[in-house]
């Protein structure tokens, strides 16, 4: 039997997107049909789950095509490993391991992939897990 382990690759997904209100509109008509609940009451954020969709601000330099991947890290060593791997496979310093300001247990390190894609791996300090991930079975 085939089993697939979800929740244990994404923190979450950022896009930055040139027009906010034809993405809004898009990514809640999508939402509404696979059932999944959306949150709009940010005016600079628009979230559906781990995603967080929000507009390309003027005079920042995108980096990619706007995408921005947050990989989960056990601990703030992986996050150092992620960062020194990341280098040494050809990847951009874009942001050295260290606490940032989202909260206060926020450990991450950023690099820009050879597409220039913002990827992040982020340890958001001690938790307890219902399950180390979500077990999906494919019904036969």
Same mark, same amino acid.
């Given at each position: ?10 923190? /979450?997904?950022? %896009?930055?997107? @040139? #027009?906010? &209100?034809?993405?809004? !509109? $898009?990514?809640? =008509?999508?939402? +509404?049909?696979? *059932? ?20 390309l601000e003027a005079g920042t330099p995108p980096s990619g095509h706007?995408? /921005?991947?947050? %990989?989960?890290? @056990? #601990?703030? &060593?992986?996050?150092? !490993? $992620?960062?020194? =791997?990341?280098? +040494?496979?050809? *990847? ?22 050879p597409d220039g894609n913002n990827v992040e791996a982020v340890f ?17």
């Open positions: 039997m085939m089993e697939f382990h979800t929740g244990r690759l994404f923190d /979450h997904v950022h %896009f930055r997107v @040139k #027009d906010f &209100e034809a993405s809004k !509109r $898009f990514y809640r =008509a999508v939402m +509404a049909v696979l *059932g999944i609940p959306v949150s709009d009451d940010n005016e600079r954020v628009f979230s559906v789950d781990e995603l967080y969709i929000s507009p706007g995408i /921005h991947l947050a %990989f989960q890290a @056990k #601990d703030r &060593e992986t996050v150092h !490993r $992620f960062h020194a =791997a990341a280098l +040494a496979a050809g *990847g951009r310093d874009h942001g050295a391991p260290g606490l940032r300001h989202y909260h206060a247990n926020y450990y991450a390190a950023f690099v820009l992939d958001q300090g001690p938790t307890r897990r219902s399950a180390d991930s979500v077990l999906i079975s494919p019904a036969d």
